[in-house]
């Protein structure tokens, strides 16, 4: 089993500009959840699916941010326009009962 | 949700038994107790939960205590690449894992060799 995919796994970007974060949950599971981290905040949850439905956005920072998951194996995240606050670790988890599954994390960089 | 109270750091030689505490004295019945640790630049790694019975498995043990006021996480023979945050979280167990889980601060495990 591969685990839950991110990608990419760094990402620097400019103010204002459009960031798209990608993740793969582990196949047959049915939740799928979208974190950030950061030294300040810690590890927050953001968004969560179950089967493709989002069910609980109340982490979602602002507008600026949405998440998407049109099929079991894919979903993203993105942030439209990027400030330099959003700069942290984003993970991606999937889980199907018991444990969370989570990725390596793709590190955001907004300068 | 039960608040869970956890030492901010704790140290363990290698080869001995790590044993993480954690108080979570307002946990309610149908409360379930997660564990998950976090290595550095890695992302969370669920580890074992459990909800009254003690818990083991190929990673490590949980015990709770009778009154499941407080638990305990047992790494029977710890190594170097156990060095990582471990976090105790109490939640409600949703069908299908749907647990919005809340991480704190957790304890910050050393192993020394």
């Known amino acids: 089993d591969a685990g839950v995919i991110q990608s990419p796994r760094h990402e620097v970007t400019e103010m204002g500009q459009e960031v798209t974060l990608r993740c793969k949950p582990i196949s047959g599971h049915d939740y799928l959840f979208?974190?950030?981290?950061?030294?300040?905040?810690?590890?927050?949850?953001?968004?969560?699916?179950?089967?493709?439905?989002?069910?609980?956005?109340?982490?979602?920072?602002?507008?600026?941010?949405?998440?998407k998951m049109p099929n079991a194996s894919f979903s993203t995240l993105k942030i439209q326009p990027s400030e330099p606050r959003d700069s942290a670790v984003y993970f991606c988890a999937s889980s199907l009962r018991g444990g969370q599954y989570f990725g390596p994390g793709t590190r955001l960089t907004v300068t | 949700d039960a608040k869970t109270t956890q030492p901010t750091s704790m140290d363990c030689a290698e080869g001995r038994a790590a044993n993480l505490p954690c108080n979570h004295s307002t946990i309610s019945g149908n409360e379930y107790v997660y564990w998950y640790r976090q290595?550095?630049?890695?992302?969370?790694?669920?580890?074992?939960?459990?909800?009254?019975?003690?818990?083991?498995?190929?990673?490590?043990?949980?015990?709770?205590?009778?009154?499941?006021?407080?638990?305990?996480?047992?790494?029977?023979?710890?190594?170097?690449?156990?060095?990582?945050?471990?976090?105790?979280?109490?939640?409600?167990?949703?069908?299908?894992?749907?647990?919005?889980?809340?991480?704190?601060?957790?304890?910050?495990?050393?192993?020394?060799?």
């Not at chain 1, 953001?46 to 920072?61: C, E, K, T, W």
Request: hydrophobic share 35%; net charge neutral.
């Open chain 1, 34 to 67: 979208w974190y950030r981290q950061t030294m300040m905040r810690g590890l927050e949850l953001l968004i969560y699916f179950n089967n493709n439905v989002p069910i609980d956005d109340s982490g979602m920072p602002e507008d600026r941010f949405s998440a």
């Open chain 2, 39 to 113: 290595i550095h630049s890695q992302g969370p790694q669920y580890i074992i939960h459990g909800l009254k019975n003690n818990e083991t498995n190929e990673m490590a043990s949980l015990i709770i205590t009778e009154d499941r006021k407080s638990s305990t996480l047992i790494l029977p023979h710890a190594t170097l690449r156990d060095t990582a945050v471990y976090y105790c979280i109490v939640r409600e167990r949703g069908p299908g894992g749907s647990e919005k889980l809340v991480f704190g601060k957790g304890t910050k495990l050393t192993v020394n060799p």
